[in-house]
């Protein structure tokens, strides 16, 4: 397996060498159209933000009564947020969060709902997931889910609204610049997450379940986030590394030194987890992608950050973003709306979100 990622190392090298580029990694953001710059901020931020992680590691062990979180338990389970929700109830909840943040965001995904362009159930005939597919920018977006009423399915079903609304907003483009080109893919479908999570968590009373809430979110986030940051990070030395004869062993270390970085002293990594990179299908398929989680994560964070700082004025940024869907380089339409995203300040405002979570789940009893 390590031959063949080597190929794969050694060809992508290749190829960006050929075509001029800086880096192996500025041919993937020459292709998702973002500036190395912002890769680089965006990289440096996620790194030297890395302690909020630890802190929600370390406050993991103690509520599973371990002195030092194991990195096989990382995922390990604490109690569950309220068990069950009704189809009804999801779609109610999302909807009312829509409509506090704006009501055309909330008519827009009612319109999904209400023309029944949403198979919301599992079924034989289904695979697992979930999908939003824009067909034509004509056509109102089509959703699928596999709804199971637990609070995860709540949050995919406003995820998935959003990347609906996100097309709807751009349905005055022609089908070729329609769809948002993927830094921007996830600005709505995450905003909506945020704008639920932040309603449900107003909701909720019963200290146990919103410890539960908060715990959920945090360790989505750390594997959206700052995990995929380390794939990258990986990704980059590795390309470093192999054209200029690393072995297997070499590798390993790559990889294993990466993941103590990662963790600090907040986790445990045992030696085995040096073969874990080999199963990471994005590094191998589509080598530097991952960065694409910790980007539409934290560029929506950041702008929810600066929707909290500025109200209702900003919701029609939010909306200018949105309706550019994939007509323009992302770094223009951002500016336009006062946002420079080769800033650190800008995604460092993601990470006041993050913090705030820790700091309310730290106090929690």
Same mark, same amino acid.
């Given at each position: 397996?390590?031959?063949?990622?080597?190929?794969?190392?050694?060809?992508?090298?290749?190829?960006?060498?050929?075509?001029?580029?800086?880096?192996?990694? %500025?041919?993937?953001?020459?292709?998702?159209?973002?500036?190395?710059?912002?890769?680089?901020?965006?990289?440096?931020?996620?790194?030297?933000?890395?302690?909020?992680?630890? +802190?929600?590691?370390? !406050?993991?062990?103690?509520?599973?009564?371990?002195?030092?979180?194991?990195?096989?338990?990382?995922?390990?389970?604490?109690?569950?947020?309220?068990?069950?929700?009704?189809?009804?109830?999801?779609?109610?909840?999302?909807?009312?969060?829509?409509?506090?943040?704006?009501?055309?965001?909330?008519?827009?995904?009612?319109?999904?709902?209400?023309?029944?362009? &949403?198979?919301?159930?599992?079924?034989?005939?289904?695979?697992?997931?979930?999908?939003?597919?824009? @067909?034509?920018? #004509?056509?109102?977006?089509? @959703?699928?889910? /596999?709804?199971?009423? =637990?609070?995860?399915?709540?949050?995919?079903?406003?995820?998935?609204?959003?990347?609906?609304?996100?097309?709807?907003?751009?349905?005055?483009?022609?089908? $070729?610049?329609?769809?948002?080109?993927?830094?921007?893919?996830?600005?709505?479908?995450?905003?909506?997450?945020?704008?639920?999570?932040?309603?449900?968590?107003?909701? &909720?009373?019963?200290?146990?379940?919103?410890?539960?809430?908060?715990?959920? =979110?945090?360790?989505?986030?750390?594997?959206? &986030?700052?995990?995929?940051?380390?794939?990258?990070?990986?990704?980059?030395?590795?390309?470093?590394?192999?054209?200029?004869?690393?072995?297997?062993? +070499?590798?390993?270390?790559? !990889?294993?030194? $990466?993941?103590?970085?990662?963790? %600090?002293? #907040?986790?445990?990594?045992?030696?085995?987890?040096?073969?874990?990179?080999?199963?990471?299908?994005?590094?191998?398929?589509?080598?530097?992608?991952?960065?694409?989680?910790?980007?539409?994560?934290?560029?929506?964070? #950041?702008?929810?950050?600066?929707? =909290?700082?500025?109200?209702?004025?900003?919701?029609?940024? &939010?909306?200018?973003?949105?309706?550019?869907?994939?007509?323009?380089?992302?770094?223009?339409?951002?500016?336009?709306?006062?946002?420079?995203?080769?800033?650190?300040?800008? !995604?460092?405002?993601?990470?006041?979100?993050?913090?705030?979570?820790? /700091?309310?789940?730290?106090?929690? =009893?």
């Amino acid at each position: 397996f390590f031959k063949v990622y080597q190929s794969i190392v050694k060809d992508w090298a290749y190829e960006a060498g050929l075509r001029g580029y800086s880096s192996p990694i %500025g041919m993937r953001n020459a292709a998702n159209q973002v500036s190395d710059k912002a890769i680089e901020s965006l990289m440096k931020v996620c790194e030297e933000e890395r302690g909020v992680y630890h +802190d929600f590691f370390a !406050w993991k062990a103690r509520e599973l009564g371990v002195g030092q979180l194991s990195r096989y338990d990382l995922y390990a389970p604490l109690s569950e947020a309220k068990s069950e929700y009704s189809y009804a109830e999801a779609v109610d909840l999302v909807l009312e969060s829509f409509s506090k943040y704006s009501a055309d965001f909330a008519a827009k995904a009612r319109q999904i709902l209400d023309e029944k362009h &949403i198979d919301s159930h599992p079924a034989p005939t289904k695979r697992g997931g979930a999908f939003c597919a824009a @067909v034509t920018p #004509s056509m109102t977006p089509y @959703v699928m889910l /596999n709804f199971a009423g =637990k609070s995860r399915d709540i949050s995919t079903l406003a995820h998935e609204l959003g990347h609906g609304v996100h097309d709807m907003y751009a349905a005055h483009l022609p089908i $070729g610049s329609h769809h948002p080109n993927l830094p921007l893919a996830e600005t709505a479908s995450t905003f909506g997450e945020m704008l639920l999570f932040e309603s449900l968590l107003d909701k &909720i009373t019963d200290p146990v379940e919103k410890k539960a809430l908060l715990a959920e =979110k945090l360790a989505d986030s750390y594997a959206t &986030i700052s995990r995929q940051n380390y794939f990258v990070k990986f990704e980059i030395a590795a390309h470093e590394a192999i054209p200029n004869g690393a072995s297997l062993v +070499d590798i390993q270390k790559l !990889w294993l030194d $990466g993941l103590r970085e990662q963790f %600090g002293d #907040s986790v445990e990594v045992d030696d085995i987890f040096q073969h874990e990179w080999s199963y990471i299908p994005h590094i191998v398929h589509t080598p530097f992608y991952c960065y694409a989680y910790n980007f539409g994560e934290l560029l929506s964070l #950041s702008l929810y950050a600066r929707y =909290k700082q500025e109200g209702e004025s900003f919701v029609s940024k &939010i909306e200018a973003i949105l309706a550019a869907g994939g007509a323009r380089d992302p770094k223009l339409v951002l500016e336009e709306v006062g946002i420079d995203y080769e800033s650190e300040d800008f !995604w460092r405002g993601g990470f006041e979100i993050i913090r705030g979570w820790m /700091n309310e789940l730290q106090e929690a =009893k």
